[in-house]
Nanobody
Framework: QVQLVESGGGLVQAGGSLRLSCVASVSIFSPDTMGWHRQAPGKQRELVAGITRGGSRNYADSVKGRFTISRDNAKNMVYLQMNSLKPEDTAIYYC?????????WGQGTQVTVSS
């Protein structure tokens, strides 16, 4: 069963913006943390941003000041607002969630930034 589903990826020019969304199933409602990872071709998956149930946020240094993570606990959703996009942001972006020490992953959504 699919427990995390991402949407909002696409092709955008450098300097543009995208907003990614992810909805979690009721079975993992109210995760302790939710976040976004990305994986570029030939590179390891890396943490982009994370957010706790209470709203504490952390970001990779490469996206600070450009990306904003948020969540809607009532809807069991997490978002990633991506501004001032750069070609190096090109990757598959994966939604993640953690609850009771269990980890969950979405299927990924492609983000491509052209120069």
């Amino acid at each position: 069963q699919v427990q995390l589903v991402e949407s909002g990826g696409g092709l955008v020019q450098a300097g543009g913006s995208l907003r990614l969304s992810c909805v979690a199933s009721v079975s993992i409602f109210s995760p302790d943390t939710m976040g976004w990872h990305r994986q570029a071709p030939g590179k390891q998956r890396e943490l982009v941003a994370g957010i706790t149930r209470g709203g504490s946020r952390n970001y990779a240094d490469s996206v600070k000041g450009r990306f904003t993570i948020s969540r809607d606990n009532a809807k069991n959703m997490v978002y990633l607002q991506m501004n001032s996009l750069k070609p190096e942001d090109t990757a598959i972006y994966y939604c993640s969630a953690e609850r009771n020490e269990n980890q969950y992953w979405g299927q990924g959504t492609q983000v491509t930034v052209s120069s």
